[in-house]
């Protein structure tokens, strides 16, 4: 299948300090990312949906100014965590259906582990 | 947001046995998803169900698509060590604004003894 990389794999920061988290899909290209959290012993919540070239959406009670997102190209969106604080602390995973597939077919990242001092 | 209902919430099976988990859900979906997520990573999907009443199988897993749309179940036979981890179901929409979205459930976790 599809390869999606998501970099860094964890992060700890001071309160206070944005996060970047990247995504990037390998071998394919993705004109939507989807971004996801996941706090301990939970499910995944889907947070927003980045479109390449235009504004993201976001789920609702997610942020927009604190959850910035990014989709720059069709291979890369990132998320960043401004003014993050301890409740930020969560697994991150952003998920990415090729262009050429239907959206059925989602493709997840190894996921990203912030903590948050 | 909206959740579906997985059950069970845990098992815990010899090694051998058969497993069955479930998902149902208030609302329609076009697709439903099984994905297995072992600690620390993302999960990986091991079965898509595209059609109601569809069953498919992949390996020692088999999954069926309800015929009303709200509800799926997995499968697993033989079940052997590595089949430990968290499995979770997803609907998804495929129009519309929700066009994409996965919706998850709660997640069954598999702990296989030996």
């Known amino acids: 299948g599809a390869v999606v990389s998501q970099h860094p794999s964890r992060v700890i920061c001071k309160s206070g300090t944005s996060v970047k988290i990247e995504c990037r899909s390998l071998?394919?290209?993705?004109?939507?990312m989807f971004w996801y959290r996941q706090f301990p012993k939970q499910s995944l919540m889907l947070m927003a949906t980045?479109?390449?070239?235009?504004?993201?959406?976001?789920e609702q009670g997610v942020e927009k100014d604190k959850f910035l997102i990014n989709h720059a190209s069709l291979t890369l969106s990132t998320l960043t965590v401004t003014s993050a604080h301890p409740e930020d602390s969560s697994f991150y995973i952003c998920?990415?259906?090729?262009?050429?597939?239907?959206?059925?077919?989602?493709?997840f990242g190894p996921g990203t582990r912030l903590t948050v001092l | 947001g909206q959740q579906l209902n997985q059950s069970p919430q845990s098992m815990f099976i010899q090694e051998g046995e058969d497993v069955s988990m479930n998902c149902t859900s208030s609302?329609?979906?076009?697709?439903w998803l099984w994905y297995k997520q072992d600690p620390g990573e993302g999960p990986v999907l091991l079965i898509a169900?595209?059609?109601?009443?569809e069953l498919t199988s992949n390996g020692r897993l088999t999954a069926q698509f309800g015929i009303t749309r709200k509800d799926s179940f997995l499968n697993i036979s033989a079940s052997i060590p590595s089949d430990v981890g968290i499995y979770f179901c997803?609907?998804?929409?495929?129009?519309?604004?929700?066009?994409?979205?996965?919706?998850f459930g709660q997640g069954t976790i598999l702990t296989v003894h030996p």
């Open positions: 998920s990415a259906p090729p262009a050429s597939a239907a959206y059925n077919e989602q493709f």
């Open positions: 071998d394919f290209q993705a004109t939507t």
């Open positions: 980045s479109n390449e070239g235009s504004k993201a959406t976001y």
């Open positions: 609302s329609i979906f076009n697709t």
């Open positions: 169900l595209y059609k109601a009443g």
């Open positions: 997803a609907g998804q929409l495929t129009g519309g604004t929700s066009y994409g979205k996965l919706t």
